[in-house]
């Protein structure tokens, strides 16, 4: 037997231990090994009887023997707390994964955190701890072993993407905060062994003392411009015309500012979607498809290219929208046709087809031209109005186009945060000093409750609760007042069916919403929320070589030019804010960009009133989970209000309301209220001129300009439980 190796799986201090760990046994010279020395190896009343020789070797196996004891119990109650740790580690993890319906969640979020926290801690005190044990290195790769396992079954037990469920979120959070603070703490500790004691001292002090003023200071910059907008204008703080503004409650210091760009799903890849090459698709104006497949090896294969004609979803039931089941239904009604020549498609409502060659070699194509009996239909509503001005002996003028820019989970912080180069391009539209497009920011909008379902039925329907009857939405009064309709979303969801429970899609003119539910984007079997697939996703989302928003703002574009001579409505909803990393977000910035500067070129903005807004902030991720500024931010949603030159020309008072409302505390309830009145013709024919009633046609909308600045949560309708500011 090799008289070297050590049976016990604790290897003391020998050859093979560490060098740092022999370092510092070589130093330990305690006041207990001097008594020892005074008794065993001194002149006391007994050693004088014993030779010196044996008097040596007795005192020094006594001095070993008494080191080895003391060395061993150490040890042992160390691997006996880093088993506790472990024990601990698991049991707040397990936890940190109690779940129930969204309200539970959101009662109990903080208990969450707290225990997912908790649990981070047990196991970097457990894994630091097996790195300064003096162990084998083999026990100590057991050791980290079972750690890993342990992890393994907690992820195995609870992988749900729900909020009953929600394993798979929990995770990505614990590894977010366990991976770099394990990271940084072996960093410390290998320049702990490779440093002289006084050399490390001093790195350690200046590192310490530098990371804190470089943070101190990051974190008063970030602060302070946490309130500021566009072009200037920024949160006010104290009075307006006399009256107490409210402010946004807590400690609102924005940690989440420190973190650089992508940091937080870096490992995931990049954040752009592959190019799709190998295939030349278009469809013409006239309804010519022409495909061209560029791969040599596909076209000596024998086979031909395809298409499938995606259906038109606008005139199902509402029965046939449900979440889970709307995706299946439009992959069953996919035409399926082969490819020969060019081909001629111009069939009613279809404005979205999928060009194939070889598997993973498509692109989607969109086309988007006037429909006759919509124009017929709006004429006729424009000759009524026409004959109504024409006995009141007034000019009627064209009525302003409206859109309606929604970003789901935005805050107005992190709009330009992620969206940087979108936020210039925006500063950059407003042109108020030289009598164009005028940009309007709110920096009180506030959300009246915790997710999409309140916010957004009261922007669309005024009412935050799900009645029955439905409420009908605010196209409907687009729709019946001569109105171009058009709606389009990057997620599989059809708004009014979701959380009305009725169809509204007859209100639309044009809706393009098939592309967005098909796969691999949309998963046709299993969960589609996934964290890594899907439009709930921490990675780009991509749909046959391009990001989903992309096909949305192109179908945008499209409706615009298709109705160039009529008042139109328009709305685009998007997705790309909705998840806990907030990264992905980035990846619409150059194309929202893009798109914004694109309707200052087409002349777009001389005529159109664009919202740009979100319905809450983000609701997931670290920001939100353990910082007051996360639950600020998700109260203070995203608005702005581009207004035209010829709606301010002739009515003013609409700039004064904007200007005076900026720093209010508004909601959903006004944004509602001003759709409302931009679609119910109560505007004034001749403009403020004919403003005979003292401006009631624009109260409790956001161009009032008699709104109480100070007015307080319960006046806004804003529940107690999620007010932020206060006055």
């Given at each position: 037997m090799d008289g070297s190796r050590n049976p016990s799986p604790l290897n003391y201090p020998t050859s093979s231990t560490t060098s740092w760990r022999g370092h510092h046994n070589k130093q330990d010279d305690s006041p207990i090994d001097h008594e020892e020395d005074r008794i065993h190896g001194g002149d006391s009343s007994s050693s004088f009887l014993l030779p010196r020789s044996m008097k040596d070797g007795l005192s020094g196996l006594s001095r070993s023997n008494s080191k080895n004891v003391n060395h061993r119990t150490v040890v042992s109650i160390r691997i006996l707390v880093i088993l506790i740790l472990f024990s601990l580690f698991s049991w707040f993890y397990l936890q940190s994964l109690a779940g129930g319906d969204i309200e539970w969640v959101k009662d109990h979020l903080s208990m969450l955190g707290t225990n997912l926290v908790l649990s981070v801690l047990c196991l970097t005190i457990a894994l630091t701890?097996?790195?300064?044990?003096?162990?084998?290195?083999?026990?100590?790769?057991?050791?980290?072993?079972?750690?890993?396992?342990?992890?393994?079954a907690l992820k195995t037990w609870d992988n749900g993407e729900s909020f009953e469920q929600h394993g798979a979120y929990n995770f990505l959070v614990f590894m977010v905060i366990t991976v770099p603070l394990n990271g940084l703490i072996q960093s410390i500790m290998l320049c702990h062994r490779k440093m002289r004691p006084s050399k490390f001292r001093r790195f350690m002090t200046l590192s310490v003392a530098g990371t804190t003023l470089t943070t101190t200071l990051l974190l008063m910059y970030y602060h302070s411009i946490w309130g500021t907008g566009a072009n200037g204008a920024h949160l006010m703080h104290g009075a307006l015309a006399g009256t107490q503004l409210c402010e946004w409650s807590g400690f609102n210091v924005p940690f989440v500012d420190l973190l650089p760009n992508y940091i937080q799903n870096f490992w995931t890849g990049r954040l752009s979607c592959p190019a799709v090459t190998g295939i030349e698709a278009e469809w013409s104006h006239d309804g010519i498809l022409t495909i061209h497949c560029l791969n040599e090896a596909f076209k000596q294969s024998g086979h031909q290219p395809t298409y499938h004609i995606l259906p038109d979803t606008r005139p199902w039931p509402a029965s046939e929208k449900v979440l889970h089941t709307y995706n299946k239904k439009i992959v069953e009604r996919i035409k399926k046709m082969n490819y020969n020549e060019p081909v001629f498609i111009n069939e009613e409502g279809v404005e979205s087809i999928v060009a194939n060659c070889e598997e993973n070699v498509s692109k989607v194509l969109i086309r988007v031209t006037p429909d006759p009996s919509v124009l017929d239909r709006v004429k006729a509503v424009e000759k009524a109005r026409q004959e109504k001005a024409d006995t009141a002996n007034v000019k009627p003028s064209r009525k302003p186009n409206v859109m309606v820019l929604f970003m789901d989970a935005v805050s107005r912080r992190q709009f330009y945060r992620k969206l940087a180069n979108t936020a210039a391009v925006v500063a950059s539209l407003d042109k108020s000093a030289q009598g164009g497009p005028q940009l309007h920011e709110f920096f009180r909008y506030h959300a009246i409750g915790f997710n999409t379902d309140p916010n957004s039925r009261v922007v669309y329907t005024n009412h935050s609760d799900r009645l029955e009857p439905a409420a009908l939405p605010i196209w409907k009064d687009f729709y019946e007042a001569g109105y171009i309709t058009s709606r389009v979303e990057d997620n599989c969801e059809d708004w009014s069916a979701q959380y009305t429970g009725i169809a509204t899609s007859q209100y639309f003119d044009h809706e393009l919403q098939a592309p967005f539910c098909l796969p691999p984007y949309y998963a046709l079997e299993g969960n589609p929320f996934s964290n890594f697939e899907g439009p709930y996703s921490i990675v780009s989302r991509c749909l046959h070589g391009t990001n989903v928003h992309n096909h949305a703002l192109e179908y945008m574009n499209q409706f615009r030019r298709a109705y160039p001579d009529q008042p139109w409505f328009q709305m685009g909803s998007f997705i790309e804010g909705h998840e806990g990393t907030g990264e992905v977000l980035l990846t619409m910035d150059n194309d929202l960009a893009k798109f914004m500067k694109g309707m200052e070129e087409d002349g777009t903005l001389e005529n159109t009133i664009i919202f740009m807004m979100a319905d809450h902030g983000l609701h997931m991720g670290i920001n939100f989970m353990f910082t007051p500024n996360g639950r600020i931010e998700h109260m203070n949603p995203y608005l702005s209000v581009f207004l035209?030159?010829?709606?301010?020309?002739?009515?003013?008072?609409?700039?004064?309301?904007?200007?005076?409302?900026?720093?209010?505390?508004?909601?959903?309830?006004?944004?509602?209220?001003?759709?409302?009145?931009?679609?119910?013709?109560?505007?004034?024919?001749?403009?403020?001129?004919?403003?005979?009633?003292?401006?009631?046609?624009?109260?409790?909308?956001?161009?009032?300009?008699?709104?109480?600045?100070?007015?307080?949560?319960?006046?806004?309708?804003?529940?107690?439980?999620?007010?932020?500011?206060?006055?």
């Open positions: 701890m097996i790195v300064l044990t003096p162990m084998s290195t083999r026990f100590a790769i057991c050791l980290c072993g079972g750690a890993a396992a342990i992890l393994f035209p030159p010829l709606v301010t020309k002739n009515f003013p008072s609409l700039t004064q309301g904007l200007k005076h409302n900026q720093q209010s505390l508004v909601t959903g309830y006004e944004i509602h209220a001003t759709l409302k009145m931009l679609a119910s013709g109560v505007m004034p024919e001749n403009g403020d001129k004919d403003d005979v009633d003292g401006g009631a046609w624009r109260r409790g909308t956001l161009f009032d300009e008699k709104l109480n600045p100070s007015r307080t949560c319960e006046e806004a309708q804003i529940p107690e439980e999620y007010c932020r500011c206060r006055v």
